[in-house]
Nanobody, 120 residues
């Protein structure tokens, strides 16, 4: 059974920083892309950032320059460092992992979500 367990969310003042972590566990062959998404109240879930197994990154325009995604392949963990947080960054943040089970087909798994609240 595959699990993605997130940590690091919480309440922070505008201008502050947070670091989110997400560790994958369970039975799978490999992890391809790992990412972070967020869902603000009344809005769809949107990509925040993603990182490939080789370290190539992709960021949403709203967080470019304020976020850094990284991963530790030995620990099957992805991190999201967010700086200069704004009130509009308030959302539930979800991590994702595209997993292989011995074939070329990838399945996307999601974490349970962690709340990030930025106060003014």
């Amino acid at each position: 059974q595959v699990q993605l367990v997130e940590s690091g969310g919480g309440l922070v003042q505008a201008g502050g920083s947070l670091r989110l972590s997400c560790a994958a566990s369970g039975s799978y062959s490999s992890i391809s892309v790992m990412g972070w998404y967020r869902r603000a109240p009344g809005k769809p879930r949107d990509l925040v950032a993603s990182i490939s197994s080789s370290g190539s990154t992709n960021y949403a325009d709203s967080l470019k320059g304020r976020a850094n995604i990284s991963r530790d392949n030995a620990k099957n963990t992805v991190y999201l460092q967010m700086n200069s947080l704004k009130v509009e960054d308030t959302a539930v943040y979800y991590c994702s992992a595209d997993l292989s089970f011995g074939t070329s087909t990838l399945r996307r798994y999601w974490g349970q979500g962690t709340q990030v609240t930025v106060s003014s």
